[in-house]
T-cell receptor, first 112, second 115 residues
Framework: AQSVTQLGSHVSVSEGALVLLRCNYS??????LFWYVQYPNQGLQLLLK??????LVKGINGFEAEFKKSETSFHLTKPSAHMSDAAEYFC??????????FGEGTQLTVNP | DAGVIQSPRHEVTEMGQEVTLRCKPI?????LFWYRQTMMRGLELLIY????????DSGMPEDRFSAKMPNASFSTLKIQPSEPRDSAVYFC?????????????FGPGTRLLVL
């Protein structure tokens, strides 16, 4: 069975500051991990995913995430926040039969 | 590719009416998912199909909800009768099986309001 916990339902940062969104997972098998972003009134869009190999994964819009097996974490970071990054972010783990288990989401606010 | 297409984008109906939501997955994808998103419950998986066959409908809230996939390019989610608590955004997503590596591609959603 798989599960995802996103720490912090709301995160607020200043424009230009570091973005850190936390995700911890539980999986009975080696996990495939995903970050999705949802802009207002839109569907979810893939930011990045970890499958195997390099543990630091780079995605779109300057985001990256690092898979840490020992910590069962897959935190999302961006060095410098932009106003356009304001959105809701979902961490997900791949389960059986192509099914994804999503976290509860983290709403990111970027202040000018 | 046009991506996942959902219709209608917005639906307002009265309690007791039948509502049908439609989805066209990305051509060639073999998995289709229906999700519901609300403020209270977040993103919930309702049902998913593989090669047009329902695999897991454990997320369907009750018998008022039904979903079909008559062919690889079309799926419906029906609510009959609708209730105010069904108000939510309903997303359809599709993917192509790659042993768990696949990305789910989401449609823009249908925003349903039941009065």
């Amino acid at each position: 069975a798989q599960s995802v916990t996103q720490l912090g339902s709301h995160v607020s940062v200043s424009e230009g500051a570091l973005v850190l969104l936390r995700c911890n997972y539980s999986s009975s098998v080696p996990p495939y991990l995903f970050w999705y972003v949802q802009y207002p009134n839109q569907g979810l869009q893939l930011l990045l995913k970890y499958t195997t190999g390099a543990t630091l994964v780079k995605g779109i819009n300057g985001f990256e995430a690092e898979f840490k097996k020992s910590e069962t974490s897959f935190h999302l970071t961006k060095p410098s926040a932009h106003m356009s990054d304001a959105a809701e972010y979902f961490c997900a783990v791949s389960g059986s039969g192509s099914r994804l288990t999503f976290g509860e989401g983290t709403q990111l606010t970027v202040n000018p | 590719d046009a991506g996942v297409i959902q219709s209608p984008r917005h639906e307002v109906t009265e309690m007791g009416q039948e509502v049908t939501l439609r989805c066209k997955p990305i051509s060639g994808h073999d998995y289709l998912f229906w999700y519901r998103q609300t403020m209270m419950r977040g993103l919930e998986l309702l049902i998913y199909f593989n090669n047009n066959v329902p695999i897991d409908d454990s997320g369907m809230p009750e018998d008022r909800f039904s979903a079909k996939m008559p062919n690889a390019s079309f799926s419906t989610l029906k609510i009959q009768p609708s209730e105010p608590r069904d108000s939510a955004v309903y997303f359809c997503a599709s993917s192509l099986w790659r042993g768990g590596l696949e990305t789910q591609y989401f449609g823009p959603g249908t925003r349903l309001l039941v009065l």
